[in-house]
């Protein structure tokens, strides 16, 4: 794919050589356009040596292959990272002053705006209304994180992480369509990764589920328009996604607490965490010692059933017109496949959605793709085709909208 991807002139500037990177060692065609101002922050000959191709700023350069017209004619996706203020408002208006925005006018393939401004800049009645006339204009504008900004301010204004950008616009080549803002003013309550059950302080019983399809559903539903909030149980290694309230758990008794008090006025909630069906009757209160005294066995006892409990408090009136999503991790036995468990879950369960992952070595858990099936209460049956699991998340979320609605 011919991506372009666009540098605006802020301090975030060089996140964006990170970005160019994850798009050039997944085999893309990469040209990057920045700023004049960009250049202030990073030269560049490090653009050119992340991209392998020659970078300019201006529409006079290389004149004979008119570039302010075939770049953008050309791109597969634009990704504009980090998108200043400024250059927001030069591209709601349609000016065409340098190469950047002469390509954006020409460009008739998705186009992704990664914001990065101070707090103060980002909630401005002027930039506000700019981010709304981009939408219009079929723009994808993502939401910015929070946190550090230049010097000691914090708050909202932070560019998201290349990782994150690049998941995003990579979903958009997935998808074939724009990333619709369905969710505005939604309230959606994510849970995901596995719950850990302590046999003493060291040990503990766990799953191999590394909260990353949780995560996407949490970071896609932030940048469908919803607040979200992701309850998180044992995600190493993941960042909180921008613009999403994260609250994180051990147990699968901190999580019920967490899901209990989250749901409550949530228009949805969607339960990705693998919750451990059993824990320890006994937990010891220092280490199990090799030799004298070991167990030879664990006394089990089972967990509360969270997604059946969030269907029962919806039913005795707890929570009112609360849409409800589960996860199944199935595998197929000599008594019946993965559907046929997965349809027997979903009658027991009484949720409105259930996504079906059929489990095993490289399968589901651990990984960066998924597949399986969407099963509804109203006998509808979906599959879901093999893809990154930002796209298995946006399906979800497709099917979740006219529940809401």
Known sequence: MRIVVGVGGGIAAYKACSLVRKFTETGHHVRVIPTESALQF????????????????????????VPHVRLGQEADLVVIAPATADLMARAAMGRADDLLTATLLTARCPVVFAPAMHTEMWEHPATRANVRTLREHGAVVIEP?????????????????????FALASLLLERDDAIPRDLEGRRVVVSAGGTREPLDPVRFLGNRSSGKQGFALARLAAQRGARVTLIAGNTIGLDAPASVELVHVTTAEQLRVAVDKHATGADAVIMAAAVADFRPVNVAAAKIKKGAGEPNSIELTKTEDILAGLVQARRDGRLTGTAIVGFAAETG???????????????????????????GEGKAFEVDHNDGWLLGADGTEQALDHGSKALLASRVLDALGPLLR
């Not at 560049?44 to 004979?64: C, I, M, Q, R």
């Not at 000599?334 to 489990?359: F, I, P, Q």
């Open 333 to 359: 036995d000599e008594h019946g496949d993965v559907l046929t468990y997965a349809r027997a879950k979903l009658k027991r369960k009484g949720c409105d959605l259930l996504v079906v992952n059929a489990v």
């Open 42 to 65: 990073v030269g560049k000959a490090t653009f050119e040596a992340l991209s392998g191709n020659p970078v300019h700023t201006g529409v006079f350069a290389d004149v004979p292959e």
């Open 145 to 165: 994180a929070s946190g550090r900004l230049t010097g000691a301010d914090t708050g909202a204004g932070r560019l998201p992480e290349a990782e994150e950008i």
